[in-house]
């Protein structure tokens, strides 16, 4: 038989790490997921798999957005009408209960709805019968290794697949369903769908056991995405190749400054550079730049780079190219202890803080974060709290800064 593996979509997930982004960034965000879904149904649809399974975290939320629910729903009517069997186990994110949803799931997708473990069987297009085990969360988390509830390989099935949304619990602690890999290969299934971990990693090769990753990285530190995994199983040990769906990608670049005497040919070699770059990509861009050797350059270079002018330059040069966007821009340290020298009135940086002490201030620059719903739960909103914030601003701008009245 042939499977899609498909783990940790986080469908209504935003793109995390950016601030302000022009227009044409945010339309082409705000469709990224479900292109990413449209492209993994269309690789279920030409591989002729015979079934895929959602190894968990399918939304972001347990509280998920009728948009994102009805496009998923659209993606799941797709397979239905090629006959292709549909398996989804909810993980610590999407954590099941029924009323969150706003449509019944088709009658012929499978949902693994307890924390209790089921088994599910099915027949392929060639007569294979195939076992499948697994569980879904009902809370954010579960504590227990859930693999002593696993039954052993069954003997009435040609194939035997376990779903599994957690983490390794090699000599540690998990609140995510920890599991070892020795129990698992003990149970003697054929293979092991795992969700939870977003980087993409083959636990075992004998009997396979794979995270895919999730297929679309939503933050800079989810790089080396590979997709889904098109496995093979049956007549042999079990294979498995990755498909690429993500639409959009991350990326860190560091550039040497050191054969550019001045700002000027520093800042044409970056224009240039960047709008090359743009050119060539078949993907959309997510950058985060990295600039070193850049000890020679007058001072003036270095103040541009601290304060944000040099990145907003290079955004609005780059703002007619549709497959790149700088989203950071920094200089790497020349010593442990450089500070960035900065030309302005020490009282300016305590009157600032003064402002920002101010309730209807603070609240204003910190919405985002105020307006979570469990923030409230954790944290008492009070003076107190926005004077210990101010403190510690004070003394990471003081770390990193030199603040230098002009003396022209």
Known sequence: ???????????DRSFEGLKAFPERVAQRLQETNK???HTLIDSALRNQVDAVIFAGDTFHQSQTSIQTQAYFFEGLERLIKEDIHVMISFGNHDYYSSERYWFDFPEEVYLFEQEKVQTHYFVT????????????????WIEENKLSEFPYRSADADIHIGIYHGESAANRESRY????????????????????????????????????????GHSKKETGVQGAGIVNL??????????????????KTNYSLSDYPTKKEALMFLENVLIEEAVQKH??????????????????????????????????????????????????????????????????LEQLEKNYLQAEIFAEETKELLQHPQFSTIQSIDRAWREKCIEQADRRIKESFTIEEDQQ
Not at 1 to 11: E, G, V
Not at 234 to 251: H, K, M, S
């Open 283 to 348: 993907k959309f861009l997510l950058k985060e730049i990295i600039l070193t050797d850049t000890e020679h350059l007058e001072e003036a270079f270095h103040v541009s780079c601290a304060n944000g002018e040099l990145l907003t330059h290079l955004q609005r040069t780059l703002d007619g190219q549709r497959q790149l966007f700088v989203f950071q821009l920094s200089v790497a340290s020349h010593t442990k202890d450089q500070k960035i020298p900065i030309q302005a009135s020490p009282q300016l």
């Open 177 to 216: 369903a920890p599991f070892t890999v020795s129990r698992m290969k003990e149970l003697g299934y054929d293979y092991w769908a795992l969700g939870h971990i977003h980087k993409p990693e083959i636990l075992s090769a004998d009997p396979l056991i794979v995270y895919p990753g999730t297929p679309q």
């Open 1 to 11: 038989m042939k499977l899609l593996h498909i783990a940790d979509l986080h469908l």
């Open 35 to 37: 292109r990413v879904l």
């Open 234 to 251: 049956g007549n042999g040990p079990a294979t498995i190749r990755f498909e690429e769906a993500a639409e959009v990608l991350w990326e």
């Open 125 to 140: 297009r060639n007569k294979e019968r195939v076992a499948v085990s697994g569980f879904s969360y009902e809370h954010p």
